[in-house]
């Protein structure tokens, strides 16, 4: 039976035709929230304790509470999941200068990190069958500058964490996991955040968990809890004693609550963006010149995010087309990630022609489309309708 939508509108661009856009926007994402009710019973305290920030008593709760849900033996929270990252580096106390092998296919961030460490990115380039760096390129690129590895759990989808622990021990490197995308996935039976020295996630609005803004650092090494303690809390360990230099990267008491009540919700949250990759895969999964990446065998998925590849000679439009059709319909996917981080304004062309084959051909063809738990069946049906036919379906 067809589906009768009641929100038929023309492209709001459209030629002058009549305008009936009873739809709201449609954005890539869209922040979880729990009830006003319960954030505001949970803030509740502050007014008593006037303890704002400064690892109260929301943070190390929540400190506990994550690293239950993250299955880590060692967790610290951060303002951000960018400082997470960059602490976490500044934690290994690298030489300057040295060499760090990573991924161009990813947020900036991951970059960013790198570089405002005083450290050198040695860009990887990526597998075409699930995004993340090509284990297979990483040894061929160490040189004896070469200190660390930062890969990314890109779009959730887990990283050769095997083959990428050899190398690492072959050369006595570091792994630092960038994992803000895999918040809560389960690899062979482990949380995602126990693999290398540290994995960093991030819980910015953005991401399927969030705590306003936020992040967290996890470990297995105890000591590493002083250090990024020290690191971000201007190393200052008593009234009279600053032990190290840090900057000021902690996370206060109101996003804390909102990380404690967002938590109680996440399993139901993460189910129904399971039903949404579900009904995408349903329709978008067997469309020639439409690529969709299989499920990773061993991973619990979060269903973070939904990257189709669009093979403009066999789909008959381009993914720049697709973007700009489906922003006619007040529909905004996101051409995560392109440009590559290394071909970034901000590089100069200091990175620009390097051979990264793979990465350059997904970035030029990937989109990521909107998938948030609130996201309709039906309006996934109709987002994929005009994917399909360029058009809703309707007049
Ligand atoms: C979001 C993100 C970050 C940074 O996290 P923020 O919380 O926004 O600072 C880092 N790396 C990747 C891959 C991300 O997607």
Redesign the pocket.
């Known amino acids: 039976m067809d589906k009768v939508y009641t929100g038929c509108f023309v492209p709001s661009d459209g030629g002058g035709g009549m305008e009936i856009n009873m739809e709201e926007k449609i954005l890539v994402t869209r922040s979880s929230m729990p009830s006003m009710e319960e954030y505001i019973d949970m803030i509740r305290p502050l007014w008593d304790s006037h303890w704002l920030t400064n690892m109260g008593e929301l943070h190390k709760s929540l400190e506990v509470k994550l690293k239950e849900y993250l299955q880590v033996q060692g967790l610290s929270l951060f303002v ?6 960059e602490l976490a580096i500044a934690a290994m106390h690298f030489p300057p200068g040295s060499e760090v092998i990573t991924t161009p296919f ?2 900036i ?2 970059t960013h ?1 790198i570089v405002r460490n005083g450290l050198q990115p040695v860009f990887c380039d990526i597998k075409t069958s699930d995004y993340t760096i090509d284990e297979d390129k990483i040894e061929e690129l160490i040189t004896d500058k070469t200190v660390a590895i930062v890969p ?1 759990h ?1 779009y959730g989808q887990i990283c050769n964490i095997e083959q990428i622990k050899l190398i690492a021990e072959k050369y006595n490197l570091k792994v630092i996991y ?1 994992a ?2 895999a918040f809560g996935e389960i690899y062979k039976g482990e949380g995602v955040g126990n693999f290398g020295q540290v994995s ?1 996630f ?3 609005a ?2 399927v968990y969030n705590t306003i ?3 967290a650092v996890c470990f297995s090494n105890p000591d590493l809890y002083t250090t990024l303690y020290n690191l971000k809390n201007f190393g200052i360990r008593s009234e009279e004693v600053v032990a190290e230099v840090g900057a000021n990267a902690k996370m206060n008491e109101f996003a804390a609550a909102m990380g404690l009540c967002n938590l109680k919700h996440i399993e139901q949250e993460i189910a129904k963006r399971k039903k949404v990759v579900e009904k995408y895969r349903e329709i978008l999964g067997t469309v020639p010149g439409l690529r969709i990446l299989p499920e990773q065998t061993d991973v619990t998925s979060n269903y973070a995010y939904f990257p189709i590849l669009i093979d403009e000679t066999r789909f008959g439009r381009t993914r720049n087309e697709v973007y700009d059709l489906l922003k006619t319909y007040d529909i905004y996917s996101r051409k995560y990630f392109y440009p590559l981080t290394s071909d970034q304004a901000c590089f100069r062309n200091r990175y620009r022609g390097l051979p990264l084959q793979n990465a350059r051909y997904i970035s030029a063809r990937v989109l990521v489309l909107p998938l948030y738990a609130d996201l309709s069946l039906d309006d996934v049906e109709r987002i994929c309708r005009i994917i399909l036919e360029g058009e809703s379906g309707c007049r």
Do not use: Q, Y
């Open positions: 951000n999941g960018h400082m997470a990252l990813t947020f961030s991951t990190a990314v890109v960038d803000s995308h960093t991030s819980f910015h953005t991401k803004e936020g992040g």
